[in-house]
């Protein structure tokens, strides 16, 4: 949720958006790794 936030100021889209950029990672074979609850935007 704090991502979708970052992805779409001031609008209601930002969880497709994260959701789809999830999408692609898993189809590149990106790995996740869990930070606890640390998160860097830059």
Same mark, same amino acid.
């Given at each position: #949720?704090? +991502?979708?936030?970052?992805? +779409?100021? @001031? =609008?209601?889209? @930002?969880?497709?958006? %994260?959701?789809? !950029?999830? !999408?692609?990672? %898993?189809?590149?074979? $990106?790995?996740?790794?869990? $930070? @606890?609850? =640390? #998160?860097?935007?830059?």
């Amino acid at each position: #949720m704090l +991502a979708s936030a970052f992805a +779409a100021p @001031g =609008g209601t889209h @930002g969880n497709d958006i %994260i959701l789809s !950029a999830y !999408a692609e990672a %898993i189809c590149e074979q $990106y790995r996740f790794y869990s $930070y @606890g609850d =640390g #998160m860097l935007i830059l």
